[in-house]
């Protein structure tokens, strides 16, 4: 399978994070979160960048995103992927974002404005899934929707703190879950807050 972190690593050292912000521009060089409005952040880039490369994308994956906020990290999946399906509760965020992308030139990218704690059932199953808000466990759904030989990577534990976990599914159906490193996102609202 093609390696495709020396791709990726290249694309987000030139993809401007300025341009997926309305307001605090001034900061986007800043490797830290940045309120977007809503109670939402736009994610630190160092770690949009180990969450990407965490999900070992391959060209040909379909991978469903939980969360399209601002539309930084959809555009750092984007390039390097099939489709992505992504979901934004928040009609302003979802609105914008979906405007910013197709602006980008994105045409491989599907929008769902809707609770995204019970995933995308319509399209499944998914090669990878990233959820970018904090989830009490890992919801039922997701795993259900996650392809054989996929890989999830999700934030899980209290509002406060959480453990980025990387969630592969084997063939055979067995769930193995590593844990990453220690963060702290925004809650996922809906069915597992």
Same mark, same amino acid.
């Given at each position: 399978?093609? +390696? ?23 900061? @986007?060089?800043? %490797?830290?979160?940045?309120? *977007? ?8 880039p ?13 060209? %040909?994956?379909?991978?469903?995103? *939980? ?6 990290? =959809?555009a750092?999946l @984007? ?5 992505? !399906?992504?979901? &934004? ?6 609105? #914008? @974002?979906? &405007? #910013?992308?197709?602006? @980008?030139?994105?045409? +491989? ?8 704690? =019970? ?6 199953? !998914?090669? #990878? ?19 054989? $030989?996929? *890989? ?15 969630? =592969?599914?084997?063939? +055979?159906? $067995?769930?193995? =879950? ?5 963060? #702290? ?6 069915? !597992?807050?």
């Open positions: 399978m093609e +390696n495709l972190d020396r791709d990726i690593k290249t694309y987000f050292q030139k993809l401007d994070r300025s341009f997926f912000m309305d307001t605090l521009q001034e900061f @986007a060089s800043y %490797d830290e979160p940045i309120p *977007i409005g809503y109670e939402q952040t736009i994610s630190q160092s770690l949009v960048l180990d969450m990407t490369l965490s999900l070992h994308l391959h060209r %040909d994956a379909k991978v469903l995103e *939980i969360g399209t906020g601002s539309g930084f990290q =959809t750092m @984007a390039p390097f992927v099939k489709t992505v !399906y992504t979901i &934004e509760r928040i009609e302003a965020l979802y609105t #914008r @974002a979906k &405007e #910013r992308l197709q602006e @980008a030139g994105f045409t +491989n990218i599907q929008f769902k404005m809707d609770d995204g704690s =019970t995933g995308w059932a319509e399209h499944a199953p !998914y090669d #990878r899934i990233l959820v970018t808000a904090a989830a009490a466990k890992v919801p039922s759904e997701l795993l259900d929707q996650l392809a054989p $030989g996929g *890989i999830m990577i999700i934030p899980v534990g209290t509002p406060f703190l959480q453990d980025l976990c990387r969630i =592969t599914k084997e063939s +055979n159906g $067995g769930i193995h =879950t590593e844990v990453l490193e220690s963060v #702290r996102f925004v809650p996922l609202k809906g069915k !597992y807050e």
